[in-house]
């Protein structure tokens, strides 16, 4: 008979090194007065967007994914002056993702593993994450981020004006409830296969109240109180066929009326809606400006992956790296991007001169008649107005 030998226990996981507490990285990067302003300035316009009491488009565009940080000021240099000149029809904000959701393994972002060699100097990669977030608000550019490990949100969270949590998160409880206690929006994708229903829930969720535990800025346990977050809103990123489409925002719309929410949500042009395509990413954009420009209101906001070189490359062993392209999903270049957001910016501006100005949240639901008289009363006021004056 085979006789068992009982193998000394070897714990599973170790400590692989300490890390600051939150407040002592904010201490030795602190936030400057403009960029706190900047970045309420943003949140505020944002909620205002997503509730359809501002007619502009909000535009979430940058990389894929973080890797490099002087490419990233770089686009974020070139997003500024985008964002001057097109203020008064978008509020751009850079998508400046350090974490990576993995179906398996992977690289898993630059707060994870910023030398990109399997070190996971993860102290460093919170240093070099939030000082880069200061470097870019200094550029005048408020930054979107994904929450995915949700130990890093203290370390961030006040230098982020918009938040995602991805399509594999969405259901978790721990992400509803932290999203419920942060400032910036919060949008939620729809699930991998394209189940927009688990995103309502999960915004549900995240407008209520809640209690739980997390770390403190000091490091210790602490039970927190959230009042909930009424910027939480949809992001359809597509599932196994695109979601994009008007029908497809039709529906996503009317299950928020249902469910009692505003009926506004987000689109992200890549993922599932370009089959991970970079440049499909464009003709999501151009069918979403067309239908801006005759008067869609339901589309708040708009998400597009581009880097300063169009595609993507491999890391590893000995890789030399393409100054500005991706490691991670294939992203537009930068021409493509600035021919984008010029389309976007013009779309909207079409937009109002179609409404008169008035926002979604005037208009939706108005027939023909009743918005061509809420024009024409608009446009007496402003005479009025003026006569006045």
């Given amino acids: 008979m085979e006789q068992f030998t009982q193998m000394p226990f070897v714990p599973s996981r170790v400590c692989a090194g300490a890390v600051s507490t939150a407040a002592q990285l904010r201490a030795s990067l602190p936030v400057t007065g403009e960029a706190a302003a900047l970045v309420r300035r943003t949140q505020e316009s944002l909620a205002r967007i997503l509730a359809g009491h501002d007619d502009r488009l909000a535009l979430i565009v940058g990389p894929c994914s973080i890797h490099d940080a002087n490419a990233a000021l770089d686009y974020a240099a070139r997003l500024a002056r985008l964002r001057g000149k097109h203020t008064d029809a978008l509020e751009i904000v850079m998508r400046v993702y350090f974490e990576k959701p993995r179906t398996t393994v992977g690289w898993k972002g630059w707060i994870n593993d910023p030398m990109l060699d399997g070190t996971f100097r993860i102290e460093t990669g919170l240093r070099v994450a939030r000082r880069l977030l200061v470097d870019i608000h200094a550029l005048g550019v408020p930054a979107a981020t994904e929450f995915l490990d949700l130990m890093t949100v203290p370390y961030l969270d006040d230098l982020v004006s918009w938040c995602a949590i991805g399509a594999r998160t ?33 915004v549900e969720a995240a407008r209520g109240a809640h209690h739980y535990l997390a770390p403190s800025d000091d490091g210790a346990l602490e039970i927190v109180a959230t009042r909930g977050n009424r910027s939480a809103h949809v992001v359809l990123r597509g599932g196994k066929v695109p979601n994009y489409d008007a029908p497809s925002v039709a ?53 597009l992956e581009s880097h300063l070189v169009e595609g993507r490359q491999d890391i590893g062993p000995g890789a030399s790296l393409v100054y500005g392209q991706s490691i991670t999903d294939a992203c537009l270049g930068w021409s493509d991007t600035v021919e984008l957001v010029e389309r976007l910016a013009d779309a909207v501006r079409e937009r109002r001169r179609l409404t008169g100005g008035l926002t979604s949240g005037l208009t939706s639901g108005l027939t023909s008649g009743e918005l061509q008289a809420a024009r024409e009363a608009r446009s007496e006021m402003h005479a009025a107005q003026a006569i006045t004056h």
């Fill in 170 to 202: 969405t259901e978790s409880q721990t992400h509803r409830q932290t999203a419920s206690g942060l400032a910036a929006p919060v949008g939620f994708k729809n699930s991998t296969d394209g189940n927009v229903r688990i995103a309502i829930d999960a």
């Fill in 251 to 303: 529906s996503a719309c009317a299950e928020l009326r249902r469910a009692g929410l505003p009926a506004h949500v987000v689109v992200d042009a890549s993922h599932g809606n370009s089959g991970k395509r970079a440049q499909a990413q464009i003709g999501v954009c151009e069918d979403i400006a067309k239908r801006l420009a005759h008067g869609e209101s339901h589309v708040a906001g708009l998400m």
